[in-house]
């Protein structure tokens, strides 16, 4: 089965930064077939989808965390980030990865979260 590890979360005061990563297990064939993604969900809400990168590197953002958080790979260490700056208190949430296989027939995964907390 397909593993993904977060790390890195934490407590953050407001306009603090933080950077999460996400490790991938061996069992990903090869990484470089799947799109790396991070969402979030905070209490009482749905899970959304706060930032993409494909298999060839091209990226997209939520609007509202565009311009303040960055989502990078390193195909060789099967890990994928999220630099995470200008935190807000409405960024607070449990982070997840997620890998989507872009050949089909292949399995999602994600990640049990990393824990955000943003406060003063």
């Known amino acids: 089965q397909v593993q993904l590890v977060e790390s890195g979360g934490g407590l953050v005061q407001p306009g603090g930064s933080l950077r999460l990563s996400c490790a991938a297990s061996e069992s990903i064939v090869s990484f470089t077939l799947y799109d790396m993604a991070w969402s979030r969900q905070a209490p009482g809400k749905q899970r959304e989808l706060v930032a993409r990168i494909t298999s060839d590197g091209s990226t997209n953002y939520a609007d509202s965390v565009k311009g303040r958080f960055t989502i990078s790979r390193d195909d060789a260490k099967h890990t994928v980030y999220l630099q995470m700056n200008s935190l807000k208190p409405e960024d607070a949430a449990v982070y997840y990865c997620?890998?989507?296989?872009?050949?089909?027939?292949?399995?999602?995964?994600w990640g049990r979260g990393t824990l955000v907390t943003v406060s003063s």
């Open positions: 997620n890998a989507a296989p872009i050949l089909l027939g292949g399995m999602s995964a």
